[in-house]
């Protein structure tokens, strides 16, 4: 096979890559892996919305290990949706807020501006309690500002440079695009509209949300639904008070997430599952819905077929997306030294689908040929390995070595740290949650 073609395929299993089904290139390339992760979370995330809510308003936490592909089955989700009748409202929230210190009002400001943005056609009224906010977050960042730094436009925040016409949408983004690289300008916006979240998001129900799923609804729409997506990136670093961030904006502030007057899905920490504070977290939400790694092998030891089988049909969907699964079982030799290797890429990689596709993008570097070799994997396996072991603490392995053995995991601090390093994976099947142990750690001499 042509060096072209080594490239086309390097660049199709670029992990940073999310499918969007919506798009026919992408679709091809797309695998449902419901039968193997214990249930078919995006059609019960869907029949949420279009089946059992009573009203416009629904509330749903997302969950999952980061890379675990939640954004591909978001995608996956909108189109449904759309599909329903609905306006669906997807963005990364990592667009919007500054991860490593967000507050509430951070989250709604960024959600009615994604909202104003998608329905500016709708000509809604001008929000007038809205941009008196606006203003008055301009007017107390103008005076926090000494020389130059940058000046906004105080009670013209928000027209458009014809100064006609008030647009939310540009309004927002002309605040946070100031404060979003400034941790001080920041704090005086969140101390400005810290006190007043109440009103804040009533403008956002009375003055948008309300007015514009009405229109919608004239429109043939069945609702509006909001999805939040990289909220689970948020840092746990702790506030000045001593509290996590992630703790803070789902539990001490999580009522103000769950009143908005439409459809809503925010992404959320896996971590947050084994925290202190998950009950607390749960009286305010419903369940959180998880997506879990790909099973690759049972709990008791024995290799998941179906699992194996499915991502085998991802990798070689990457390399030829207008072939049928026999025909890209048929290309195996085409591609990989046998099909044992190919196996060996599917079981190390636990499942998860954005670290399989990591080790097989760095596999490609080093071989830069095709068949992909046994020993040029076993090269990369050993270089991941060596990579993750180096900040494991000796408490750590003590953990991770119960977790091989018991398959379960507390609420205990180093546990949480164990998920979001992604040195411990959550797996169901038949009914059963368990856990275990990164595979790419499995021949570590610690865990022997």
Wanted: charged fraction near 30%; aromatic fraction near 8%; hydrophobic fraction near 35%.
């Amino acid at each position: 096979m042509t060096t072209e073609y080594l490239q086309n395929f390097f660049r199709a299993t670029n992990p940073a890559r999310t499918l969007n089904v919506e798009n026919p290139e992408d679709e091809k390339c797309y695998i449902d892996f419901s039968s193997v992760r214990g249930g078919k979370v995006i059609e019960e995330l869907k029949e949420n919305i279009t089946l059992f809510a009573t009203d416009d308003r629904t509330c749903v936490l997302f969950t999952g290990h980061i890379g675990c592909g939640k954004s591909t089955e978001l995608f996956r989700l909108k189109a449904e949706l759309q599909a329903e009748g609905f306006h669906v409202v997807y963005f990364e929230s990592s667009d919007d807020l500054e991860m490593t210190d967000v507050d509430i009002s951070d989250i709604l400001l960024a959600i009615a501006r994604r909202v104003s943005q998608s329905l500016e056609q709708l000509e809604l009224e001008e929000p007038k309690r809205f941009k008196e906010l606006l203003q008055g977050a301009a007017r107390v960042l103008n005076s926090e500002v000494t020389g130059l730094k940058f000046k906004l436009a105080g009670n013209d925040v928000g027209l458009t440079s014809e100064k006609e016409k008030f647009t939310l949408a540009f309004g927002i983004g002309e605040i946070t695009a100031k404060t979003k690289s400034d941790s001080g300008l920041r704090d005086r916006l969140n101390q400005y509209l810290g006190p007043q979240k109440t009103q804040l998001l009533e403008a956002i129900n009375r003055e948008l949300l309300e007015p514009a799923i009405a229109k919608l609804k004239q429109q043939g729409k069945k609702g509006l639904v909001v999805i939040v997506d990289n909220l689970d990136k948020v840092d746990n670093r702790q506030k000045s008070w001593g509290r996590p961030q992630q703790e803070y904006l789902f539990v001490d502030q999580g009522e103000y997430l769950t009143k908005l007057h439409c459809h809503v899905l925010y992404t959320m920490p896996l971590a947050l599952k084994f925290s202190n504070d998950y009950g607390n977290l749960t009286q305010r939400f419903d369940e959180p819905k998880v997506l879990p790694m790909v099973l690759v092998k049972f709990k008791d030891g024995r290799e998941c077929q179906p699992g194996i089988a499915l991502l085998q049909q991802m990798v070689m969907a990457r390399a030829f997306p207008d072939k049928n699964e026999q025909e890209r079982l048929d290309a195996i030799p085409e591609i990989f030294d046998s099909l044992e290797t190919l196996n060996r890429l599917c079981r190390v990689s636990g499942g998860h689908v954005r670290d399989l596709l990591r080790l097989l993008n760095e596999w490609i570097k080093k071989e830069r040929q095709f068949p992909l070799t046994r020993p040029k994997l076993e090269e990369v396996i050993r270089q991941r390995c060596n990579n993750m072991m180096m900040p494991i603490s000796d408490a750590e392995w003590e953990l991770l070595r119960q977790v091989k053995q018991r398959k379960k995991v507390t609420d205990d601090d180093g546990y949480q740290k164990l998920i979001r390093s992604r040195f411990v994976f959550e797996y169901h099947s038949d009914g059963e949650i368990w856990f275990d142990i990164n595979p790419i750690l499995a021949d570590a001499s610690e865990l022997l």
